[in-house]
């Protein structure tokens, strides 16, 4: 029988080389198609761990991992990094831009590693180039005036709405992000936010969103804890 659920992980542990006890221990966490999920944990709760399991990063100790149907045990090497790629989009705390590539450059990146995403971007742009502008203009960026300036140039805000349209580019099924508004104040938060709805709902993609801000997790479908998921971090409090 098909599992019908976008992501599962069911009975996974993971522990760190040389660690006395496991960092993660989770019996199960799953999201469907199109949900929007806030998970929080304070710094050191394994957020980051947790994050890079899903994303194919880290290999569990034991258990599954599934992402769009395909369990990732399955899934070695160089098709792993392709199956990242084809299926998740990654917004990082720090944001990741290549400092010396363009603004265009750093949105299509995904499209390099992922024909599939690629198409897809092609697709709904009319071409790459149109994409990207699409993508800009939507998260309320002015993609003529910045889609060839180098990343470095930017102002955080900018870098960080560019970071976002990477992620979502090429329609990827699950985005992750991570503390993506921990440098901003409430204002510049609560706005970006609307913008990353807007579009996350547009594309259809599922949204598992990490902060460790609950002031944050009304505006989502469901809100999870991740010490009250993890029997790891429960067996040490």
């Given at each position: 029988?098909?599992?019908?659920?976008?992501?599962?992980?069911?009975?996974?542990?993971?522990?760190?080389?040389?660690?006395?006890?496991a960092t993660l221990d989770i019996p199960l966490f799953s999201?469907?198609?199109?949900?929007?999920?806030?998970?929080?944990?304070?710094?050191?709760?394994?957020?980051?761990?947790?994050?890079?399991?899903?994303?194919?990063?880290?290999?569990?100790?034991?258990?599954?991992?599934?992402?769009?149907?395909?369990?990732?045990?399955?899934?070695?090497?160089?098709?792993?990094?392709?199956?990242?790629?084809?299926?998740?989009?990654?917004?990082?705390?720090?944001?990741?831009?290549?400092?010396?590539?363009?603004?265009?450059?750093?949105?299509?990146?995904?499209?390099?590693?992922?024909?599939?995403?690629?198409?897809?971007?092609?697709?709904?742009?009319?071409?790459?180039?149109?994409?990207?502008?699409?993508?800009?203009?939507?998260?309320?960026?002015?993609?003529?005036?910045?889609?060839?300036?180098?990343?470095m140039s930017l102002s955080v805000g900018q870098q960080q709405?560019?970071?976002?349209?990477?992620?979502?580019?090429?329609?990827?099924?699950?985005?992750?992000?991570?503390?993506?508004?921990?440098?901003?104040?409430?204002?510049?938060?609560?706005?970006?936010?609307?913008?990353?709805?807007?579009?996350?709902?547009?594309?259809?993609?599922?949204?598992?969103?990490?902060?460790?801000?609950?002031?944050?997790?009304?505006?989502?479908?469901?809100?999870?804890?991740?010490?009250?998921?993890?029997?790891?971090?429960?067996?040490?409090?």
């Open positions: 029988m098909t599992d019908s659920r976008l992501l599962l992980l069911e009975d996974v542990r993971f522990s760190w080389p040389k660690a006395t006890e999201m469907e198609h199109g949900e929007r999920v806030f998970l929080r944990g304070p710094s050191g709760s394994g957020k980051t761990t947790l994050l890079s399991l899903i994303a194919a990063v880290l290999s569990p100790d034991r258990g599954v991992v599934k992402v769009a149907g395909t369990d990732l045990a399955t899934v070695r090497g160089a098709a792993r990094d392709r199956f990242r790629a084809d299926h998740i989009g990654l917004v990082f705390q720090q944001f990741n831009l290549l400092p010396f590539l363009s603004v265009s450059q750093n949105v299509l990146l995904p499209c390099r590693f992922s024909a599939r995403r690629r198409i897809r971007a092609q697709e709904m742009g009319g071409s790459l180039d149109g994409e990207v502008q699409r993508l800009l203009t939507a998260l309320n960026l002015d993609a003529a005036a910045l889609r060839h300036r180098q990343a709405r560019v970071a976002v349209a990477r992620a979502l580019i090429g329609r990827p099924q699950l985005v992750i992000a991570d503390e993506p508004t921990s440098a901003l104040d409430a204002d510049t938060r609560d706005a970006f936010l609307e913008l990353l709805f807007a579009e996350i709902e547009a594309t259809g993609a599922s949204l598992l969103f990490v902060s460790h801000d609950a002031a944050l997790a009304q505006r989502f479908d469901r809100h999870v804890d991740l010490p009250e998921l993890n029997r790891a971090e429960q067996a040490t409090g």
